[in-house]
Nanobody, 121 residues
Framework: QVQLVESGGGLVQPGGSLTLSCTVS????????MGWFRQTPGKEREFLAA????????WYEQAVKGRFTISREIAKNIGYLQMNRLKPEDTAVYYC??????????????WGQGTQVTVSS
């Protein structure tokens, strides 16, 4: 059974950095892309960034472009989301997902359990 496991969340001060990891474990089937999303209570899950697994082509939601960087290590089946200059409004549960790619939740069929990121002094 294929699973996505996020790690790296936690508490960080405003202006700080965190790097989230997403490990694809189990029997790995082909997927075109990995995406990162976040969600706060009462709001819809928000797209942040995605990467084409084979080519490394990336795309970002405008609000995080320049602060967040998505990457992947193909050999290890791990994706990353590096987050810099974090703001209190970045506080959310962060999810990784794999699928065909795109900027909506409907493009991704497999999701991790989420990891909490809290930005606070």
């Amino acid at each position: 059974q294929v699973q996505l496991v996020e790690s790296g969340g936690g508490l960080v001060q405003p202006g700080g950095s965190l790097t989230l990891s997403c490990t694809v474990s189990g029997f790995t089937s082909d997927y075109d892309a990995m995406g990162w999303f976040r969600q706060t209570p009462g709001k819809e899950r928000e797209f942040l960034a995605a990467v084409r697994w084979a080519s490394g082509v990336t795309w970002y939601e405008q609000a995080v472009k320049g602060r967040f960087t998505i990457s992947r290590e193909i050999a290890k089946n791990i994706g990353y989301l590096q987050m810099n200059r974090l703001k209190p409004e970045d506080t959310a549960v962060y999810y990784c997902a794999t699928g065909s790619g795109g900027s909506t939740i409907w493009s991704y069929g497999l999701w991790g359990q989420g990891t909490q990121v809290t930005v606070s002094s």
